[in-house]
């Protein structure tokens, strides 16, 4: 039975690791989207007027910075449901 909770947790666990790596990938994606068109916009705003696009770069900056804070520094509720659990169960035990 040991061997059957070992090998759920660790499934588990590669789960979790597999949705992390997919948010970290996505914020990886989102932040080389923001640095090429950001780039391209910058380029057409100073040939054309002169005026750079601080506003863009501000706002869709302040959403990568999100983005980047949910991607590694997510906190994963079910993980943590289930430490919970196995430290209520290794209690309960003890009694």
Same mark, same amino acid.
């Given at each position: 039975m040991n @061997?059957?909770?070992t090998s759920a947790n660790q499934n588990n666990y590669? #789960?979790?690791l597999m *949705?992390?790596?997919r948010r !970290?990938?996505?914020f990886q @994606? $989102?932040?080389f989207v923001y640095l090429i068109v950001n780039t391209f916009i910058s380029a057409l705003c100073l040939f054309s007027d002169g005026k750079l696009p601080i506003e863009l770069w501000l706002s869709w900056g302040l959403g990568l910075?999100? $983005?980047g804070i949910v991607a590694y520094f997510s906190f994963d509720a079910r993980k943590a @449901?289930? !430490?919970e659990? #196995? *430290?209520l169960l290794k209690e309960k035990k003890m009694d």
């Amino acid at each position: 039975m040991n @061997t059957n909770m070992t090998s759920a947790n660790q499934n588990n666990y590669d #789960e979790f690791l597999m *949705k992390a790596a997919r948010r !970290r990938v996505g914020f990886q @994606t $989102h932040a080389f989207v923001y640095l090429i068109v950001n780039t391209f916009i910058s380029a057409l705003c100073l040939f054309s007027d002169g005026k750079l696009p601080i506003e863009l770069w501000l706002s869709w900056g302040l959403g990568l910075a999100v $983005h980047g804070i949910v991607a590694y520094f997510s906190f994963d509720a079910r993980k943590a @449901t289930e !430490r919970e659990y #196995e *430290k209520l169960l290794k209690e309960k035990k003890m009694d």
